[in-house]
């Protein structure tokens, strides 16, 4: 089946600039996360969505950075007032199910977005 | 909070070598363990994982990892690489007091010479 996808693939704004980029997770996956994997930090977690539950927030490095999830499918990240330092790819993943031990939680990552603030 | 330490950010082999990547993770407790990789210009794809059960596990493209609950460790290992081999692999980590996202290693650049 269709894995998950994220658009644009390659973003360029300038410096205090807003960008949305766009996830669509596996079909029927529960959980949605994002995570940036940058040259000096790795890859790092951002948020993640399970079912109707309040996300986690708790990896989001400033208040610039939101997301949402609309129907439980699709989620934007959005970066207010772009910063250098917020040049990274964006991954989003999906998994099928949240809940601890059940066995089935692997997260499947999509081709990210390169961003690029200039 | 989590860490996941992996011990080589660069390797580079012959092709036949054996392989073995290190990666520690620094809590204990019931912990999911994965490792993906990241081929050169592709997304990440898991390799295998660990939830429970044998402590050996085998994934695809004969790769192996063995969890060894005492050292904190999931080591992953190939008897013999391939050139196609060459990409970067990242140990990731769930569960433990991360809550349900991914902490990841920092990744190991595998260059595998023909």
């Known amino acids: 089946g269709a894995g998950v996808s994220q658009s644009p693939s390659n973003k360029v704004t300038e410096k205090g600039k807003d960008v949305e980029l766009r996830c669509d997770p596996i079909?029927?996956?529960?959980?949605l996360y994002w995570y940036r994997q940058s040259l000096g930090q790795g890859l790092e977690f951002l948020i993640y969505?399970?079912?109707?539950?309040?996300?986690?927030k708790s990896g989001l490095p400033s208040d610039r950075f939101s997301a949402e999830r609309t129907g439980g499918s699709v989620s934007t990240l959005t970066i207010q007032r772009t910063q250098q330092e917020d040049s990274a790819v964006y991954l989003c993943?999906?998994?099928?199910?949240?809940?601890?031990?059940?066995?089935?939680?692997?997260?499947?990552f999509g081709p990210g977005t390169r961003l690029t603030v200039l | 909070a989590q860490s996941v330490s992996q011990h080589n950010h660069h390797v580079i082999l012959s092709e036949a070598a054996s392989l073995e990547l290190g990666c520690n993770y620094s809590?204990?407790?019931?912990?999911?363990l994965f490792w993906y990789v990241q081929y050169p210009g592709q997304h990440l794809q898991l390799l295998l994982k660990y939830f429970s059960g044998d402590p050996l596990v085998k994934g695809i493209k004969g790769f192996e990892a063995e969890f060894i609950k005492s050292k904190f460790s999931f080591n992953l290992r190939k008897p013999s690489v391939q050139w196609s081999d060459t990409a970067e692999y990242f140990c990731?980590?769930?569960?433990?007091?991360?809550?349900?996202?991914?902490?990841f290693g920092g990744g190991t650049r595998l260059m595998v010479k023909p």
């Open positions: 969505f399970q079912g109707n539950s309040a996300p986690d």
């Open positions: 993943a999906s998994s099928l199910a949240l809940i601890y031990g059940q066995g089935t939680d692997t997260q499947y």
């Open positions: 809590y204990g407790g019931t912990v999911n």
């Open positions: 990731a980590v769930r569960g433990g007091n991360a809550g349900n996202m991914l902490t």
């Open positions: 079909s029927g996956h529960t959980a």
